[in-house]
């Protein structure tokens, strides 16, 4: 298993604290006429039960294709539990940052594949009910957003097999 970097609980803790907020959010949102639908819940088990969709980003570095798929499935859980609420707000961010893990560190074609196909299955989950954001008007967004982020991700990730080839075809210096 790849080793856990600072900068992966960063990611997971600024995922679930934002999280966090915007559940807490959902709670204390009442009828707000602004929303494009009224939230389902004002319950607080939407906040613990939301940790399942924010912490596995923590292990995005060990598989990350696997990752997005309990990301995906974790989202679905919370949609069919508690309904209408907002989730876009960390939702699409998340769904960001696994496709640039994706393309960063995923093994296989396959991998890849899955990966990325998890990551549509979780936009559509997301905004299929979210109470701020309808599918049609934001899945266009979301999915350009996470092709691009996708292709910074094979950007590194070409850049840091270029290196290290390179310093594996350099004589070894006595």
Known sequence: MTKIRPLDYLLAALMTAAGVFLMWENINA???????????????????????????????????????????VATGL????FGWLTRCGVVLPLSFALAYAIARYAGTRRDHLLGLAAVVVLLVITLFRDSSADLAGALPIALPGAALFYGAGLLVQNRVSKKQELSEKQPATV
Do not use: E, K, M, Q
């Open 30 to 72: 009442g009828n707000d006429p602004s929303l494009i639908h009224p939230a389902s819940t004002d319950s607080w088990l939407v906040v613990p039960a939301f940790l399942i969709v924010t912490v596995p980003i923590l292990w995005r570095r060990w598989n990350p294709a696997a990752i997005a798929g309990i990301t995906a």
């Open 78 to 81: 919370h949609v069919l539990a």
